[in-house]
C-alpha cells in the first residue's frame, strides 16, 4: 500500500563556516529539504510507493524541487503548483558552542497556502499511512487543512503518521502550539520525536519521564531519536533502548528523516488489526533498521540527498 507524506517543501541553505552561527557566516550550500519532503523521498528511495502533498511555487526554487520529486520516484499527482507565491528558504548554521541555528523565510510560501478545497478530491483508498508534522503546522491555512486531513483518515480506519519536529524560533505562541501538538499526539498512531522534541513539549529532562507524561492512546507507538545514543521505543509502557551504529559523522541534517522514513517503510503494508497486534521486539527490530538508515545519512552532506536506498543501507560497513 501507499503512503501520502504532507508539509512544507524548501531549500536548505547550510553553512559551510564551521562553528560561526548565522551572522558570521559567509558560505552557504543550497540543498532540497522540508522534513516531511525529505521522508517522502526517503521511503521512495526505500522503494516505498509513496505521494507527497503539498503547494509548491512556481519560482525557480519551486520548479526545481518539483522535478526532483518526480525525478526521486516521488508521486506528485498531489503537489500542486502555485503561481505568485514564493519557496520557503532556511538558514543553518552551528555557532561556537555547537549549536545550531535556524532562520525562515516563509512570507508568501507556497506550501503555507494549503485549503481545503485542494484535498476535496483525494483519494483516500489509495493510501494506507498519512505522515505529517513540522514547520507546516505553524501557518495557516495549511495547518487546520492538515489536521482536518488527519481527522479524516482517522474516521476512514487508516493509520496516522506525526513528526512535530519542533523549530522553536518560528513559534509565536508556544502554549497554543502545544496544545495542538498534544492534541495529534492523543490520536495518532505512529509518533517520532527527537529526545528535543520531547523536552519541549513536556518540558521534562528525563526522557522516560518526558513519556509517561504524554497521553499516547493504547497501542499506539512512539519513537524517540537519541543523537548517536540510537533510538527508543515505546509501547503501552514498555520502553526499550535501541544502541545506534558508530560512523563517522559528516553532518546530521535529515538524520530523523531518514529514521522516520526507515519506520514507515517497515509499516508500510500493515493492515490497521495488524499494527495494533505488532510486539515490541519487532519494534525493537523496525528501530534497529530505522538507526541504520540515519547513520548512514550522518556519513553525508545533504538532507535529501543524503537519504539512502534499501541496497545502501544493507551493504554499509559501520564502524
Known amino acids: 500500500m501507499a503512503i501520502l507524506c504532507a508539509g512544507e517543501i524548501l531549500f536548505d541553505f547550510i553553512s559551510k563556516s564551521p562553528n560561526k552561527g ?3 557566516s559567509g558560505l552557504f550550500e543550497k ?3 522540508g522534513s516531511p519532503f525529505n521522508v517522502a523521498v526517503g521511503l521512495a528511495k526505500l522503494g ?3 505521494s507527497f502533498l503539498t503547494k509548491i511555487a512556481q519560482d525557480q526554487f519551486g520548479k526545481f524541487l518539483f522535478e526532483y520529486l518526480k525525478e526521486n520516484g516521488v508521486n506528485t499527482d498531489y503537489s500542486f503548483r502555485a503561481e505568485g507565491l514564493k519557496t520557503c528558504l532556511a538558514f543553518a548554521a552551528v555557532d561556537a558552542q555547537g549549536k545550531a541555528e535556524y532562520e525562515f523565510y516563509r512570507d508568501d ?3 503555507t497556502r494549503l485549503e481545503l478545497k485542494d484535498i476535496a478530491n483525494l483519494q483516500y483508498e489509495k493510501f494506507n499511512i498519512f505522515h505529517f508534522g513540522s514547520i507546516a503546522l505553524i501557518d495557516e491555512p495549511t495547518s487546520s487543512t492538515l489536521t482536518r486531513l488527519f481527522d479524516n483518515f482517522i474516521s476512514r480506519g487508516l493509520l496516522t503518521s506525526f513528526d512535530p519536529n519542533v523549530r522553536k524560533s518560528l513559534l509565536k505562541n508556544r502554549e497554543s502550539y502545544n496544545n495542538l501538538v498534544k492534541s495529534i499526539i492523543k490520536k495518532v498512531d505512529i509518533l517520532k520525536m527527537s529526545d528535543d522534541d520531547l523536552f519541549y513539549i513536556t518540558e521534562k529532562k528525563d526522557v522516560e519521564e518526558a513519556i509517561r507524561t504524554l497521553s499516547i492512546k493504547e497501542g499506539s507507538i512512539l519513537f524517540v531519536t537519541l543523537g548517536s545514543e540510537g533510538s527508543l521505543v515505546y509501547k503501552d509502557g514498555i520502553i526499550e533502548r535501541v544502541p545506534g551504529y558508530k560512523v563517522k559523522v559528516v ?7 531518514s529514521f522516520m522514513a526507515g519506520i514507515l517503510y517497515k509499516l508500510r503494508d500493515l493492515s490497521k488489526e495488524d499494527f495494533y497486534s505488532i510486539s515490541v521486539e519487532e519494534l525493537v527490530d523496525y528501530a534497529n533498521f530505522a538507526n541504520k538508515c540515519a547513520a548512514v545519512v550522518a556519513t553525508k552532506q545533504g538532507a535529501a540527498n543524503a537519504m539512502p536506498t534499501l541496497s545502501e543501507v544493507r551493504q554499509f560497513e559501520f564502524l
Open 48 to 50: 516505498a510507493d509513496v
Open 22 to 24: 548565522l551572522g558570521e
Open 31 to 33: 540543498r532540497p529539504g
Open 251 to 257: 553532518e546530521t541534517v535529515g538524520c530523523g528523516d
Open 109 to 111: 510560501a507556497a506550501d
